[in-house]
């Protein structure tokens, strides 16, 4: 049960170029999340999922795009990254229940120069 | 609206002295809370959680954490500080009946440890 995983662990972009986070979780929770954390403002979410086949924008979803075609994959896509989004990523996952936590990936580390 | 604020961006305690990480929280409704703690270059692990059973909770590796609804705070405690608790410690809220998009975090505390 290796629980949340992402790829890559890390990646070095120049600005305008683009990438795909991948999150995968084997828990087969319904909810899924992308978060970027930066110094001094904690977690972030970018963008998040209900169930395969939806999507929902977060706090910050400018400059991201996600998909969740396979209930256990939830994307993140970068399509012309910016020196701004240099953070780290980290993917969780959640069972719709009350009181429950989230299941957090290991995290990626994103520099765009 | 839901918010959680933690007091301290950095606490720095002796080894064997008493941790003390505070959290303080707002929400409309009756709240869940966490605490999660993330190692260097690691994802967040949960410590321990509120859902309205006891008001102390405790947690893995010696923590634990008290609701006081008067005071709207769920402060992390250890009475004796170990090396190995160095580490960046975020408080979390959600609230009841609420979606699981409203998890809302603290901006964490780094806990460092002085031998």
């Known amino acids: 049960n290796a629980g949340v995983t992402q790829t890559p662990k890390f990646r070095v972009l120049k600005t305008g170029q683009s990438m795909t986070l991948l999150c995968a979780q084997d828990m087969n929770h319904e909810y899924m999340y992308w978060y970027r954390q930066d110094p001094g403002m904690g977690l972030r979410l970018i963008h998040y999922s209900v169930g395969e086949g939806t999507t929902a924008k977060g706090e910050v979803p400018d400059g991201y795009n996600v998909s969740r075609l396979k209930k256990q994959n939830f994307l993140l896509g970068l399509e012309s990254a910016a020196p701004s989004q240099t953070s780290v990523y980290f993917c969780a996952s959640y069972e719709e229940n009350e009181g429950n936590e989230q299941f957090f990936g290991p995290g990626t580390r994103l520099t765009v120069l | 609206a839901q918010s959680v604020t933690q007091l301290g961006s950095h606490v720095s305690v002796s080894e064997g002295a008493l941790v003390l990480l505070r959290c303080n929280y707002s929400?409309?409704?009756?709240?869940?809370l966490f605490w999660y703690v993330q190692y260097p270059n690691q994802g967040l692990q949960l410590l321990l959680k509120?859902?309205?059973?006891?008001?102390l909770v405790k947690g893995i590796n010696g923590f634990e954490a008290e609701f006081k609804k008067s005071e709207t705070s769920f402060h992390l405690t250890k009475p004796s500080a170990h090396m190995s608790d160095a580490a960046e410690y975020f408080c979390?809220?959600?609230?009841?009946?609420?979606?699981?998009?409203?998890?809302?975090f603290g901006s964490g505390t780094r806990l460092s440890i002085r031998p």
């Open positions: 509120y859902t309205s059973a006891a008001t």
């Open positions: 929400s409309s409704v009756p709240p869940y």
């Open positions: 979390a809220v959600s609230g009841r009946y609420s979606s699981a998009s409203k998890i809302i």
